[in-house]
């Protein structure tokens, strides 16, 4: 076990955090004149601070405790708070291998931190031999692994990330936002071995909730109670809360979309092996798929034209475009245009 206290910034570990009115009367029963709410309406009433409704139930679905779980204003807010929390601005440095998820750099820029950013193999899988001297540098306080790596789709090996788990002694954030679309289940279960681990997921994929912003990070109890203590006092309002803990309620429906998202990715691919233009479409562990075509900047505006958006990745890899799988119809426009693709 790693002594977590000696990677938290000193100013964090001193921190007197704010009492909310909900922090200092948790009580639901009572005429509430605390916190300066106006008295009418129906979303007038400040939300959970820490959304204990949905945890109770996230708890049970991930088989974890409440205690380590903590919900962000979407990804994005568990990776800021990170940075926040661990990574002394203009001194110390984080770790991640490339292409990867933009947010990890732009968060890192935000925040004056380093970024240290290993190339992935051919194989879009981490060249140990060139991270391992990186490991024992005391320096790095975070390294971000994302599995299934947006954008090139594939799962990162797990004997991989145990191994830096077991060697290095920062803190590794393990951003498994695509995991419900993979043929492997998630890794959360190294929580209980590693308490250097955050497991972040989110609702914003396999969940169909982007818009209620929900990202969740799974970690030992000391990680997120540093997290609730830095973390703005009602950073998930009560309408997102709801939206979560409704879709949770209905599984059902998760499990259709997950379905059906999964058999649209297979059709899609059988339809794109028949479109001599493309070169390659990589496997894909997640709900979108990385093809390599010709000439990617032609091909993306041709289909900007026809009203079709995909992403151009051609900057990250070399004429290479990323496809969301959409629904049977969107997908099928999407082929419709690229036989016209001459
Ligand atoms: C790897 C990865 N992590 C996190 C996110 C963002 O998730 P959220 O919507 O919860 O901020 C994305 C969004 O595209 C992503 O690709």
Known sequence: ???????????????????????????????????????????????????????????????????????????????????????NPGEDKVLTFSPTYGMYSVSAAINNIELINLPLATNFQINMDELSPYLNDSSIKLIFICSPNNPT?????????????????????????YIDFANRDSLIGLLQSHNNLIVMQTFSKAWGLAAARLGTAYSSEEIIAIYNRVKPPYNVSAINQQAAIDALDNIKNYKEKLALIKTEKERLITKLKTIHRIKTIYPSDANFLLIEVTDANRLYKDLVAKKIIIRNRDKQIANCLRISIGTAEENEKLINALRTYA
Not at 23 to 42: I, K, S
């Open 1 to 87: 076990m790693i002594d977590i206290n000696q990677i938290v910034r000193p100013n964090i570990l001193t921190l007197n955090p704010y009492t909310s009115a909900r922090d200092a009367h948790t009580g639901r029963e009572g005429v509430f004149l605390d916190a300066n709410e106006n008295p009418y309406g129906t979303l007038n009433r400040y939300p959970d601070p820490y959304q204990r409704k949905l945890k109770q139930k996230l708890a049970i679905l991930k088989g974890v405790a409440q205690e380590n779980i903590f919900i962000g204003n979407g990804s994005d807010e568990v990776i800021d708070l990170a940075f926040r929390i661990f990574c």
């Open 153 to 177: 789709g594939n799962l990162i090996y797990s004997a991989d990330i145990e191994l830096i788990l077991n060697q290095f002694e920062g803190i590794v954030i393990l951003d498994e936002a």
